[in-house]
């Protein structure tokens, strides 16, 4: 299993990007999928969750009304659309496969992560 993140980069306070996962070795479509992330010195955290099929989505309460996440099944690809950027979102963002959804928190996820990619917001 494979999963390689790109879309970080630096952004000034107020500003959008968007993640990629892609993801290989797998049946992605049949695989609920998260996006994490941690800042130096702090703890990971679950950033925003989705089942297999896209229907039901978790956002932390952190996030929520800004960051939207997303799957396309038919291109192995997760994707994190992140609007109104603030400085405490700067962290690097972790794509992970997960072994179970809920709709109340993310689930820590088992052994597939990708390497990450940094996103980091000026003010």
């Known amino acids: 299993v494979q999963l390689v993140e790109s879309g970080g980069g630096l952004v000034q306070a107020g500003g959008s990007l968007r993640l990629s996962c892609t993801a290989s070795?797998?049946?992605?479509?049949?695989?609920?999928m998260g996006w994490f992330r941690q800042a130096p010195g702090k703890e990971r955290e679950g950033v925003s969750c989705?089942?297999?099929?896209?229907?039901?989505?978790y956002y932390a309460d952190s996030v929520k009304g800004r960051f939207t996440i997303s799957k396309d099944n038919a291109k192995n690809t997760l994707y994190l659309q992140m609007n109104s950027l603030q400085p405490e979102d700067t962290a690097r963002y972790y794509c992970?496969?997960?072994?179970?959804?809920?709709?109340?928190?993310?689930?820590?996820?088992?052994?597939?992560w990708g390497q990450g990619t940094q996103v980091s917001v000026s003010s």
């Open positions: 070795g797998l049946r992605f479509a049949n695989y609920h």
């Open positions: 989705i089942n297999w099929s896209g229907g039901s989505t």
């Open positions: 992970a496969v997960l072994s179970y959804y809920s709709h109340a928190y993310c689930p820590v996820p088992g052994n597939f």
